[in-house]
């Protein structure tokens, strides 16, 4: 690893304003991804901004009847949180099925949605990736894909955003806060993480200085009819290949409205309106859910490595759906110790 110099911020402005004076300082919360591209020398920071001490590390109740996450919230607080567990089932259940308890114990709220990519190329510097070192190349796209992107992918870059836990806010349009030299601004979660186009280096919409403080989620948490699907290599400690945040508004065996976000399949958790209007009004049944995934479908591009990808995304689209709609949750994301 390279040298590098560290401070612990006491409050968000300074945060801010140091990291916003050196363009070779990150923030450190966890640690559980910095510090492993550090040791790959895949991340060189001169500087470390340590934000573990801010405050804000609290979930509360916010004035539209939603919930705000602090960004500093370790994972495994979230999913064990009373007021997520019973209103936002959904989140708990996406967290629980990423990485391990040890792991969530020390991720954070924000440090989740910056998590980089897991492209083995992009970890091993030994090889050319443009997305770690603009220009050279994507050896992905003739090589090992199977945890690459099926959808919004460009010539540059098929890299896939890997957090369970983006993909449960996504589903629940969960808003991202965030502060900054200029101010604070809110930015809708769909708008956060960003296609690769010709700057795959760029994973979001946040510019170099702006913390995120909060993650804000709206009243509605589909606490009756939710499933978060994962499908993996190995049952646990693996990340998705294909995975599936579903949510129902029922009334009675008509779907009111629907939730659908997918996570491995994109450079950001995938949600497509089109599909979400068309399941409106519908019966809760299969043919709606297989038409609902066709449209998700229908501009999804593989490479050699990823071909077995769209039929898997339209099989788990569709069994997620069908749990939700029976309201019996995937029980292999449930992994609570009680
Ligand atoms: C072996 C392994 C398996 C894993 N499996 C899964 C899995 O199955 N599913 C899954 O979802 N995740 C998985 N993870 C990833 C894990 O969830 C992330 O590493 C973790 O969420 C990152 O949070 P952190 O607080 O440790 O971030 P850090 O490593 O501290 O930071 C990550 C990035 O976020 C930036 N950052 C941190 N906080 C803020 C903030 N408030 N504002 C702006 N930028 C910030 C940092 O500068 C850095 O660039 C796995 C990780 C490992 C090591
Ligand atoms: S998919 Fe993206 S991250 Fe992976 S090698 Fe290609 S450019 Fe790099």
Not at 179 to 205: A, K, M, N, W, Y
């Amino acid at each position: 690893m390279r040298p590098f110099s560290y401070t612990r911020a006491s409050d968000v402005g300074e945060a801010v304003a140091a990291l916003a004076a050196n363009d070779g300082a990150r923030f450190i919360a966890g640690g559980t991804n910095l510090l492993d591209l550090m040791k790959y020398d895949v991340e060189r920071p001169e500087h470390l901004i340590d934000i573990t001490a801010l405050p804000l590390d609290r979930i509360e109740n916010t004035a539209d009847g939603g919930l705000s996450i602090g960004a500093m919230v370790r994972n495994t607080d979230i999913a064990y949180d009373e007021q997520v567990a019973a209103r936002f089932p959904l989140l708990a259940s996406a967290i629980l099925a990423g990485a391990s308890p040890q792991l969530r114990n020390s991720a954070t709220t924000g440090g989740n949605l910056r998590q980089r990519t897991r492209c083995s190329y992009f970890y091993d510097v030994s090889t050319p990736c443009n997305k770690r070192e603009p220009g050279s190349g994507c050896p992905a796209k003739t090589g090992f894909a199977r945890y690459h992107a099926i959808l919004g992918a460009s010539e540059r870059c098929i890299a896939t955003h890997p957090s369970d836990m983006c993909v449960g806010l996504a589903a629940l349009g969960a808003t991202v806060r965030v502060e900054g030299p200029e101010g604070s601004r809110s930015i809708p979660f769909s708008d956060f993480h960003r296609l690769p186009g010709d700057t795959p280096q760029v994973d979001t919409t946040l510019a170099h200085g702006e913390m995120v403080v909060a993650v804000d989620l709206p009243g509605k948490g589909f606490s009756d009819h939710y499933s978060y699907l994962k499908i993996r290599d190995r049952l646990s400690y693996a990340f998705a290949l294909i995975s599936v945040a579903a949510a129902l508004d029922m009334d009675g065996d008509t779907i009111a409205e629907a939730r659908l976000a997918l996570g491995g399949v994109a450079h950001k958790p995938w949600r497509n309106a089109e599909a979400e209007a068309a399941m409106r009004g519908k019966p809760a049944v299969e043919t709606t859910f297989a038409e609902a995934a066709d449209i998700v479908l229908a501009e999804a591009e593989t490479v050699p490595g990823n071909a077995f990808k769209p039929e898997l995304a339209r099989r788990t689209m569709i069994r997620a759906l069908s749990q939700a709609a029976a309201g019996t949750p995937q029980s292999q994301s449930d992994k609570r110790i009680q």
